[in-house]
């Protein structure tokens, strides 16, 4: 003779308040053995569904020992009992259970879910949830939802589903007590023929003519079994030892079930359906909730693209490249270290020495000659006034200048170099150099190919006007930017005498900072006169450096607030969270005598939290882009220096963006999830 399937010794079970205790069942005898069809009969509260939480492995006994499968319970863990729910036992409530957010099939298939091995494709078992939907006349209903049948048809469905998995054993507490005797009826030949292919059968029941139906009756008073009587020879359904066997197996097999992709992902699969029905069906307060991390994601983004665009338009308006110049020069006013006046430095001759220093700099700036004639008187035929000439030492400093030409063109690379007499003019000295009344001022392109006399010099010589610079910005470092005449280096060095340089400018290349290398240039020229001679520099955008450093700190604390805004949304999603596991407690509980373990309903909850999440993120990554652009679009068109619109999509903020949202999904919602885990099925089961 085979082990009973299950077996109760001396077992007790109390429930535990905080303010009291209750028997509610004690030293109980009971075993079950394969094959058997029991009906536990007794008065409310006598101990029924107590004792059948019991035998479906959903409550722990307080005292005595209770075995399955002849294993004592001890040795089973919390996966390995949820294992046993899953492949070896069948539930059928009284409140039929079913999950209201999932079809009459996708109940059914509900517990191949959670499967610890998938050894069949999604196709073989909704193969089978239909053939056994056909065989309980249900063929027509599987794409319904719970809340579309009648009850017969409920608990029909949901004795379907306990079937899918070939449990051993069906427990089934008040299966008929919820429904008309014609559906009652049918329930009870449904058992009786699944009794007589060979699956044992639990049922508890108030009715009588339902208990007379079973081969034995125990009998529960106030919580112990007060008769346990077999009828005459019925006990002749025959064990089958096969399947006792392989269920026995399946709890070693069981023990080490490795994690499989494919097991993974129909959990993942479920996990999404389930999250999506849920959301849907609670959508507005879905759409309240995901609103305080929307809020959050969004201004994260907004914050970033504006700071962006701010900074751009800041380097833009202000960061021109001759403003990011530094100026390095021989302080003459100062005191040497030893005491004498600095007064004696040749300067760096143009030719020899020079271009050593810029050679080694090279690698953090482009250093140049900063070469101006003193004031001059400078004339034309009908005008005149005294400025200076500027040198410019390559074309690329005439571009960095960031200023177009209002007419003519820039020198030509062959015109520094052979010196030519060619000048482009600062835009306020053509109304000094030529009368208003002049009429050449009406000609196309003047005053290209004018000339312009430099008297009373250094120099006395000829410009040719080339061009003409607009307007530049004399803010930072340029005073005289639009009143003076820029002319090539060479050009000037050869009509003023002796070739060095004492001024120098430097253009930090990107990301060196420019006080740093001014410093440091001012040193090494110090250095190389024994420190007998002092440098200085002047670094214009020093001030800007600031005003950045400044905008950098308010971009700061806005993100904070970001921040903020995201946590308060996260803490929103949680509550909504705790708040949905509070209503689905039942499910939870039906879940878990399906076999759904801890992880699969924390995994559940997870999914749901951050499903809402990424999807707020997502909608709130595609209004980031928008606003950004939109304000993006108003600073091209309403900032009359940055008139090119510059598309603002910054894909590691957007990613970061979805990335966070995700993460607030898992981080928020862990705390719902591992109360939800947690819950006792059994208590579960009870609550309404
Ligand atoms: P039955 O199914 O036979 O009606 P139960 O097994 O549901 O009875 O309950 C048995 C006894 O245990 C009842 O007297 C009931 O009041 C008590 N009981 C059930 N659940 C709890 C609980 N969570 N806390 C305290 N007592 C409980
Ligand atoms: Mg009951």
Same mark, same amino acid.
């Given at each position: ?38 009906? !536990? ?56 259970? $079913? ?8 109940? %059914? ?54 079937? %899918? ?126 609103? @305080? ?6 201004? $994260? ?45 040749? @300067? ?17 700036? !482009? ?120 002319? =090539? ?71 904070? %607030? ?25 499910? %939870? ?11 699969? !309903? ?52 957007? !990613? ?15 705390? =719902? ?16």
């Amino acid at each position: 003779m085979s082990a009973p399937l299950l077996q109760l010794e001396q077992v007790s079970f109390e429930y535990k308040t905080a303010e009291r205790s209750f028997v509610a069942l004690r030293d109980i005898n009971l075993s079950v053995s394969s094959g058997e069809f029991i009906a !536990i009969i007794g008065p409310s509260g006598s101990g029924k569904s107590t004792l059948l939480n019991l035998l479906g492995l959903l409550a722990h006994p307080t005292s005595g020992t209770q075995s399955v499968f002849g294993k004592t319970l001890d040795i089973l863990d919390e996966i390995q009992l949820a294992q046993l729910r899953n492949t070896s036992l069948g539930f059928v409530f009284q409140s039929f259970a $079913l999950v209201s957010r999932l079809t009459v099939l996708e109940n %059914i298939l509900l517990p191949t879910t959670f499967l610890p091995e998938q050894n069949h494709s999604p196709g073989f078992w909704e193969a089978k949830a239909i053939a056994l939907l056909g065989r309980f006349g249900l063929q027509d209903l599987a794409a319904r939802f719970p809340n579309e049948l009648s009850g017969g048809q409920k608990q029909r469905v949901a004795l379907c589903r306990a079937l %899918i998995l070939d449990p051993m054993m069906l427990l089934a507490d008040e299966p008929t007590g919820a429904l008309d005797s014609r559906s009652s009826k049918e329930v009870m030949s449904i058992l009786k023929e699944l009794n007589a292919e060979g699956r044992t059968i639990v049922v508890i029941t108030h009715d009588p003519g339902v208990a007379q139906q079973a081969q034995r009756i125990v009998s529960l008073r106030d919580g112990h079994i007060s008769s346990d009587e077999s009828k005459a020879g019925s006990i002749g359904q025959k064990p089958s030892p096969q399947r006792a066997q392989s269920s026995t197996n399946s709890i070693k097999s069981e023990k080490h079930a490795a994690p499989s992709v494919q097991r993974f992902m129909g959990l993942l699969r479920t996990s999404v359906l389930l999250a999506r029905r849920s959301l849907a069906t609670n959508r507005t307060r879905s759409v309240l909730t995901g609103l @305080g991390l929307f809020m959050g994601i969004l201004s $994260l983004i907004v914050i970033d693209g504006l700071g962006e665009i701010v900074e751009n338009s800041f380097n833009k308006l202000f960061f021109t490249s001759s403003v990011r110049k530094a100026y390095i020069y021989y302080d003459e006013d100062r005191t040497g270290p030893h005491g004498h006046r600095n007064s004696s430095w040749a @300067g760096l001759d143009a030719e020899a020495e020079f271009p050593k220093l810029a050679q080694m700099f090279e690698r953090k700036g !482009i250093v140049r000659p900063f070469l101006r004639s003193s004031t001059c008187q400078i004339k034309t035929e009908s005008g005149g006034f005294r400025s200076r000439l500027v040198g410019v030492s390559d074309l690329e400093e005439f571009i960095e200048m960031d200023t177009p030409l209002s007419v003519g063109r820039l020198p030509g690379r062959q015109e520094f170099s052979a010196q030519s007499a060619v000048a482009i003019l600062g835009s306020d000295t053509i109304d000094q150099l030529f009368a208003k009344a002049d009429p050449r001022r009406r000609e196309r392109n003047f005053p290209v190919g004018q000339r312009v006399v430099v008297d009373n010099c250094d120099t006395l010589a000829t410009f040719t006007v080339i061009g003409v610079l607009k307007k530049r910005d004399t803010s930072f470092g340029n005073r005289d930017a639009n009143d003076v005449l820029y002319v =090539p280096n060479q050009s000037l060095l050869a009509r003023m005498g002796p070739t060095v340089y004492r001024w120098f400018s430097v253009l930090p290349h990107p990301g060196v900072d420019t006080k740093n290398l001014a410093t440091e240039i001012s040193n090494f020229l110090s250095l190389r006169s024994g420190g007998r001679l002092t440098f200085a520099s002047s670094v214009p955008a020093d001030i800007l450096e600031r005003v950045r450093g400044f905008l950098r700190i308010v971009q700061t604390i806005v993100g904070f %607030i970001g921040l903020l805004c995201l946590f308060v949304g996260g803490v929103g999603i949680m509550n909504m969270m705790l708040v949905t596991v509070a209503e689905r407690t039942r499910e %939870i509980g039906v879940m878990k005598s399906l076999g759904a373990n801890q992880g699969h !309903i924390r995994s559940y909850i997870l999914t749901e939290a951050s499903l809402l999440c990424v999807i707020a993120g997502m909608v709130a990554v595609v209004c980031g882009l928008l606003v950004n652009n939109l304000f993006s679009l108003c600073v091209s068109l309403f900032v009359p220096m940055l008139k090119e619109f510059r598309w603002v999509f910054a894909p590691v903020g957007l !990613i970061a963006g979805l990335f966070l949202s995700l993460l607030c999904g898992l981080g928020f919602g862990s705390l =719902p999830a591992s109360r939800a885990a947690k819950l006792d099925p059994a208590e579960c089961l009870r609550s309404e």
